[in-house]
T-cell receptor, first 114, second 113 residues
Framework: ETGVTQTPRHLVMGMTNKKSLKCEQHLGHNAMYWYKQSAKKPLELMFVYNFKEQTENNSVPSRFSPECPNSSHLFLHLHTLQPEDSALYLC?????????????FGPGTRLTVL | GDSVTQMEGPVTLSEEAFLTINCTYTATGYPSLFWYVQYPGEGLQLLLKATKADDKGSNKGFEATYRKETTSFHLEKGSVQVSDSAVYFCALKDRGSQGNLIFGKGTKLSVKP
């Protein structure tokens, strides 16, 4: 198993749909992250979970709802999205008690909202 | 607050040219510094890192030296290849923080044969 996996890799949804993105890490890490990467914009940190507890929510609209049932899995539930939410959504994990806190990224889910 | 500033791209080079991508940072403490690379259609991968002043990170022919006096962590490679075409991100993690990384905006590199 590769370190951090994300499914699906591509998703097209209408504005009224409900879908979920899944992330799984096989590295034994205790922190997981959701990032949004839009064209021509900096990488945006959305949510951070440490030991399954959400420790950061960077003013993300409520149409994005994260869930972290255990340290290995992270979900991003999507509902009533807008076309401007189309982006690459990246998941990452790390071991925060290590000094360098290197983050390992998944390949991302390319989301298109019609 | 902490921040990372990278040179604006895109950068276009011919194969075997010398590469420098500038990165400077602002931090209250003594951060760890990173370069990540994102190849087309993929997520970010750690390229190299340095955790204290004067450390040199290196990998795949790329190097960067942690310069505390100039608060810089410039990425260099002596001879680029077409396969190095990607987006490069400089990032920092402040010691004692939760561990969240702060990323620069990324610099797109295109290498022509």
């Amino acid at each position: 198993e590769t370190g951090v996996t994300q499914t699906p890799r591509h998703l097209v949804m209408g504005m009224t749909n409900k879908k979920s993105l899944k992330c799984e890490q096989h590295l034994g890490h205790n922190a997981m992250y959701w990032y949004k990467q839009s064209a021509k914009k900096p990488l945006e940190l959305m949510f951070v979970y440490n030991f399954k507890e959400q420790t950061e929510n960077n003013s993300v609209p409520s149409r994005f709802s994260p869930e972290c049932p255990n340290s290995s899995h992270l979900f991003l539930h999507l509902h009533t999205l807008q076309p401007e939410d189309s982006a690459l959504y990246l998941c990452a994990s790390s071991q925060p008690d290590r000094d360098s806190n290197e983050q390992f990224f998944g390949p991302g889910t390319r989301l298109t909202v019609l | 607050g902490d921040s990372v500033t990278q040179m604006e791209g895109p950068v276009t080079l011919s194969e075997e040219a010398f590469l420098t991508i500038n990165c400077t940072y602002t931090a209250t403490g003594y951060p760890s510094l990173f370069w990540y690379v994102q190849y087309p259609g993929e997520g970010l991968q750690l390229l190299l890192k340095a955790t204290k002043a004067d450390d040199k990170g290196s990998n795949k022919g790329f190097e960067a030296t942690y310069r505390k006096e100039t608060t810089s962590f410039h990425l260099e490679k002596g001879s680029v290849q077409v396969s190095d075409s990607a987006v490069y991100f400089c990032a920092l993690k402040d010691r004692g923080s939760q561990g969240n990384l702060i990323f620069g905006k990324g610099t797109k590199l295109s290498v022509k044969p």
